[in-house]
Structures are given as structure tokens and as C-alpha cells.
């Protein structure tokens, strides 16, 4: 009985401790692993629950004391626009970050699951977040996206109100400089967001940096890890695109992916039947604003997705 009324509790809410999870560590499977700690804590202490709070609240108190051990034996996670600032010679490769860097990573989720929370899943989002102290970023995920009262925050992290309140003025001024703007944010639903997608997909395939031109904003950014090297700028992103990349058509096939990378348009790339990169796009009026290429095809797996398409499911059904 213990293990159903637990089941039946805590079950509908681990979609949600998982995204809570992922937004204090950064990385999918730390989350992963975190959230099975959570729960392996939550279901042995089920029959001591004394209901002071909600079971919502209860799993968020053990899953944010969790990460917050696992933040103190880990670095912080990043995209390389955190390590320095853009590149302005696009003419010379990028150059790889030093082995290990700590990357921050997608998220694999239905964008009906982000329904309502899309700026607060957004890579750009979560990548703002890792700015923040361990304790700020976690008073700032349980008041401003789960929402929790101040009193309750306070009995999540053992502290007082006025000190949670303190860290959330805090924490909210760093994030109005490190995270985007979601009035600036646009959904891929529109009619003419969709032709958008479609024709950043056939400019890719076709490698023609003129048709890519036209559906990338003037203040476009591309970021590659485990490059460390990052472009900002139109100009700059297509110089490297055309040099580097997009050297002949049909050299890469672009297929678009479900579930997405933090509910965001997410294409695999395929170079001769490999797995070659993720790419995860962030979208605003007037174009795509963020290109997030994940040169990681250790990624692919966890989005359903084979290493080799000659080896694994039909990308087309």
C-alpha cells in the first residue's frame, strides 16, 4: 500500500522534479541521477511524511538538497559564450575547448510539456542560470518557475524569508543581464515561422549561405561545443558557415527531432549515415536568433535517436 500511494503521489510529478533538476545541474543525466535520488529518498521516508506540505513541495525540498550536494563535487556547466568573448576571425578554425570542459546540455522534452513554461526551459535560459550561485539559482527556480511561496522556500533550504527574499532581489538582477528577453522570444507555431524552419533546413542541405542569409537575424549567434570558439553577428556566422561547413550540398542531411531539446526546433545531422551534431535553434521576430550546434553524437541516444542511420530507425516515418 505504501509503495501505491506513493506511486500514485509522486509519479504525475516527476516530468516536473526533472526539470528542476536539470535547471540547478545543467546536464540531462546528472538530472537523471538526481531525480532518482530524490525518489529513492522520498519513497523510503513515504510512511514518515507528516504532510506539513504538499507532496509537490516535499519532492522539490529533497530534490533541491540533492543537487546542491551534487553541485558542491562539480564545476559549473556552460556554453562557450560563458568561457570569452566571440570570435572575430572567421577565416581560422574553431578551436576545441580543453578535454573535459563542462558542458551544459539539451534537455530531451515535448514541447506540449513546456506548454505555458518556454522561456524557462529555453537553453539560453538555463545557461543564464548556471551564473548564479548554487543557493541563489535554487531560490530563484523555486520562487519564479515552481512558483513555491517565500515561507516554504525558506523551509526547502533551511533558511528565513527575509534571507530567500534577500537572494531572490539577488538573483533576479543577475538574470535581467544573463538571460534573454522573453518578449523577444517567438514559437515555431505561426505559419511563417514554419516556412522559416523549412527554408533554414533546405539552405543547410543545399549549402547556400545566400538563402541562409535571409532567415537569420543581423544579431545571430552560433555556438558549437565542445568548441570553445563562438560567433556573434550575421556577417561572422555565415563567414564560418560558408569557409568551414557548408562546403557542398547534400553533405549533411538534416532531420528534425521528437521530443525537442528543451522545447526548441531541434534538427539531427547526419553526415554519410553518422551521427555528426544536434542542432537546437532559438527563434525571435525577424529570424533565427541562436544556432546551438552540439558536435556530441553520445547525445543522439537519449533523443531516440541511432549513432548510425543505416543501423537504427527510419528517420522519415
Known sequence: MVETGFADEAGPLRREILAHCYRMLGSAADAEDAVQETYLRAWRGFDRFERRASMRT??????????????????????PAALDGPESDWHSPARPAPAGTPWLGPLPIDPAEAAGTHEQV????VAALQHLPARQRAVLILRDVADLPADEVATVLDTTTVAVN???????????????????????????????????V???TR?????????????????????????AGRDSVLGFLGTHVLLEPGLFAMHPVTP???????????????AHALQVLDLADGGVRRIHV???????????????RGAGRDLHS
Open 202 to 204: 533546405d539552405a543547410w
Open 260 to 274: 525537442q531539446a528543451n522545447g526548441q526546433p531541434t534538427y539531427a545531422l547526419y553526415v554519410h549515415d553518422e
Open 58 to 79: 516535499w519532492l522539490h525540498q529533497i530534490a533541491t538538497n540533492v543537487c546542491l550536494r551534487s553541485l558542491e563535487q562539480r564545476e559549473r556547466r556552460f556554453l
Open 294 to 308: 552540439f558536435l556530441q553524437p553520445a547525445l543522439f541516444p537519449m533523443f531516440g535517436l541511432p549513432v548510425n
Open 166 to 200: 534577500s537572494a531572490l532581489l539577488r538573483a533576479r538582477e543577475r538574470m535581467s543581464r544573463e538571460a534573454p528577453d522573453p518578449a523577444e522570444m517567438s514559437e515555431p507555431t505561426t505559419p511563417e515561422m514554419q516556412n522559416r524552419l523549412l527554408r533554414y
Open 207 to 231: 549549402a547556400d549561405v545566400g538563402a541562409l542569409a535571409a532567415v537569420l537575424r543581423e544579431d545571430v549567434t552560433l555556438e558549437m561545443p565542445p568548441h570553445a570558439t563562438w560567433f
Open 122 to 125: 529555453r537553453l539560453a535560459f
